[in-house]
């Protein structure tokens, strides 16, 4: 049967639940009459046991809504299709164990009533529970007190969110602050009605990080301010704003943290754009959408785990990059720092296209701290040099370098033979490697008289020292390039290199002139030299062509060149053995 309460009052004090009691309801209609209230009088529905709504619905009208009072334990339970419907759930303490359960049907809190003022929905206490597996709460028509929506303390332990949808649907001008310590599954904020925005603040007095599990949506005329207190937003599933929707991060970090596919549809706007951006995914991809062309970053982009999908779109970002994931899609991600940048990670991330186009005045403003690979185009828009350090940067088969590489204009390596240096997988006849080391632009061109019968990979390292293995030393460029390869089958072609030299490099006076200079490759494997003539040499251009007989079968070798006449440094190397066990010392076996 349907119940009409004509008053929430009991001799002056609120309608009680008592502590060893249940007020259950499974399909009656329970409401109260009351209208009208001022705000004075006891007028309240006060929980020291349980109420549970099934189904049918409870309805506090214009009282002052429910009252869990932290002196016991109270409990509200709303599950299949039952219906809550109040003006406030408030607690009396931050000290008891209130808790509050659904697991489906659907909570009303609406403002209307009784003004006690405070949070809409507190749960204050530390020791409070809060386990939500289903259905929906919804905010309406307002609040009571500016900035104060949802407060919600709970220690780690005493949650459950595996599901729900939290819809806020309150009027134009709302501040609705929001105060967790536990995520919530889905979360909804619209504009009921009036002028202006919607907007949810969030608020850092318990924690610095607020997490939507699943997801995100703002719809028209709402605001999602996270940047007045500085709390950090972690969202599992897809972040939607919508058109006329704002988004204010501040200097706070935004993460797609999800383990399924996710979407950033960006219709609406972000202020300023996100300061820091994390995607951190054990599976699935995290995809942009919207009608936004540009996802600005203004400080670092983190690709811990995981893979972001582009779309087609810009991801422009001021800041550092870390990549140990993957980057895909046919847009780009582009480093517009005005400061220096930096790109590191696990030494396993992948970019599809990556740009840089940093203003900053050094020479070098973009840096490698780790291992990456590019499988798609590098740009290099800038006149800036691109320092890999000792990291290797790979190239995938049809990876190009967009931009006209020079002086000011190459990937740098720190100039040792251990370097990891550029790599390049082949799918074409020829590619040219734009590397230096300092500030010496010394680019090294490789050239596939027909198609190999395998394509491989190769890699070119520059060495800023003469070759440790020359038999004389001061006759050579102390300059070398070190050159590797791996899974190409020749067939019937042939190889040709040719590497570009600094004059800074030459060493020349006396009896070492560098019109003699002559091409020079050391084989680390037979530890000999093979050199041809100084016609192979340009040195208007300082190239150096190893080609012919001598040099085209192999790519792998160290490249440098000298002057052979008349003392040549590329004459027989002596090798010193060290025994293992027993033999004599010229055998290599031992």
């Known amino acids: 049967s349907n119940i009409s309460i004509p008053s929430l009052t009991e001799g002056g004090i609120d309608f009680g639940i008592p502590e060893t009691s249940s007020l259950w309801i499974n399909g009656a209609t329970v409401s109260t009459t009351i209208i009208g ?11 020291f046991g349980q109420i549970r709504i099934s189904a049918g619905s409870m309805s506090s009208g214009d009282a002052a809504g429910l009252v869990c009072w932290s002196s016991n334990s109270p409990e509200i339970i709303v599950e299949g299709t039952g219906i809550l419907d109040v003006s406030q759930i408030w607690t009396t303490a931050a000290i008891g164990i209130e808790t509050y359960i659904q697991t489906g049907g659907t909570t009303n809190i609406r403002a209307n009533g009784e003004v006690h003022g405070g949070p809409m929905f507190q749960f204050n206490s530390s020791n409070s529970v809060v386990n939500i597996s289903g259905g929906t709460i919804n905010f309406l028509n307002g609040i009571f007190t500016a900035g104060q929506g949802i407060d919600i303390q709970c220690a780690p332990g005493n949650f459950s969110i595996t599901g729900g949808v939290i819809n806020i649907n309150e009027p134009g001008g709302t501040d609705f602050g929001i105060n967790s310590t536990i995520p919530f599954f889905n979360l909804a904020v619209s504009r009921q009605s009036g002028g202006g925005n919607n907007t949810i603040t969030l608020l850092n007095t318990s924690a610095t990080t607020i997490s939507i599990l699943n997801n995100l949506t703002l719809n028209a005329n709402t605001l999602l301010n996270a940047n ?8 599992g599933g897809d972040f939607n704003i919508s058109n006329s929707a704002t988004y204010t991060p501040g200097n706070t970090t935004t993460s797609l943290n999800g383990s399924g596919a996710q979407l950033l549809t960006l219709d609406g706007t972000i202020t300023t754009g996100l300061y820091n951006f994390t995607i951190v995914k054990s599976a699935g991809v995290a995809s942009l959408a919207g009608t936004s062309i540009t996802l600005a970053i203004r400080n670092n982009l983190s690709i811990n785990s995981g893979t972001i999908a582009d ?31 930096t790109i590191g990670g696990n030494g396993a991330g992948v970019f599809q296209n990556l740009e840089l186009n940093n203003s900053n005045g050094a020479a070098a403003p973009v840096s490698l701290l780790s291992g990456q690979t590019i499988l798609g185009a590098l740009t290099l828009t800038s006149n800036k040099i691109f320092d890999l350090g000792s990291n290797n940067l790979f190239l995938g088969s049809v990876s190009t370098i967009v931009g006209t590489p020079g002086n000011n204009r190459f990937i740098r390596t720190s100039g040792f ?12 006849n020829s590619f040219t490697f734009p590397v230096g080391t300092g500030a010496e632009y010394t680019p090294g061109t490789i050239i596939f008289s027909a198609t190999p019968t395998a394509y491989g990979t190769i890699t070119v390292r520059p060495v800023a020292n003469e070759h440790p293995n020359v038999t004389v030393t001061g006759r050579s460029l102390t300059y070398y390039w070190r050159t590797t390869s791996s899974g190409f089958t020749l067939g019937a072609a042939t190889v040709s290199q040719n590497y570009v030299y600094a004059q800074t490099d030459v060493v020349s006076g006396g009896n070492v002139s560098e019109a003699q200079y002559v091409p020079a490759r050391y084989n680390a494997t037979a530890l000999t030299w093979a050199n041809t003539t100084a016609a192979d040499i340009n040195t208007g251009t300082n190239a150096i062509t190893f080609q012919g007989a001598t040099f085209n079968t192999l790519i792998d070798g160290d490249y440098t060149a000298g002057d052979n006449n008349p003392t040549n440094p590329f004459g027989t190397v002596i090798v010193y053995y060290s025994r293992v066990n027993t033999g004599n010392w010229e055998t290599a076996a031992t």
């Open 37 to 47: 209230l001022n705000g004075t009088g006891y007028q309240a529905l006060s929980v």
């Open 417 to 428: 033979r251990s370097d990891g240096g550029l790599s390049k997988t082949f799918s074409t």
């Open 311 to 341: 779309a087609g779109k810009t991801i422009d970002v001021k800041g550092n990059v870390i990549n140990s994931g993957t980057h895909s899609g046919a847009g780009k991600i582009s480093l517009t720092g005005t400061n220096t940048q």
């Open 228 to 235: 007045t207190n500085t709390v950090n937003l972690a969202v």
